[in-house]
């Protein structure tokens, strides 16, 4: 069974920066397109962020992009979001997502999801 863990998530104030990590275990995450998404209390789960399986295409919301980044080190078996410019409307619960094939920006296109990571901004 595969297994994504996130990791990165924390407090910070608006402005500043937190970079979050997803790792895979059992499997190689540089088999699956990876996605990010989150979801704050009582809304509906979000995309935020994905990258194709060689870091080539890279997809983001309207809300995040210019201020987010998504990349992957295939050495290390990882993905990141960098994450600029916070905002308190970014407070959620950050989740890493895993697919086979595309570079899917809704919840169904994902076979593999980590547990998640929170993600909490003061202004």
């Known amino acids: 069974q595969v297994q994504l863990i996130e990791s990165g998530g924390g407090l910070a104030q608006a402005g500043d920066s937190l970079k979050l990590s997803c790792a895979a275990s059992k499997t190689r995450l540089s088999a699956y397109a990876a996605g990010w998404f989150r979801q704050a209390p009582g809304k509906e789960p979000e995309f935020v962020a994905a990258i194709s399986r060689g870091g080539g295409i890279t997809n983001y919301s309207d809300s995040v992009k210019g201020r987010f980044t998504v990349s992957r080190d295939s050495a290390r078996n990882l993905v990141y979001l960098q994450m600029d410019g916070l905002k308190p409307a970014d407070t959620a619960k950050y989740f890493c997502?895993?697919?086979?094939?595309?570079?899917?920006?809704?919840?169904?296109?994902?076979?593999?999801w980590g547990q998640g990571t929170q993600v909490t901004v003061a202004s």
């Open positions: 997502a895993a697919a086979i094939g595309a570079v899917p920006s809704t919840a169904a296109g994902y076979k593999y």
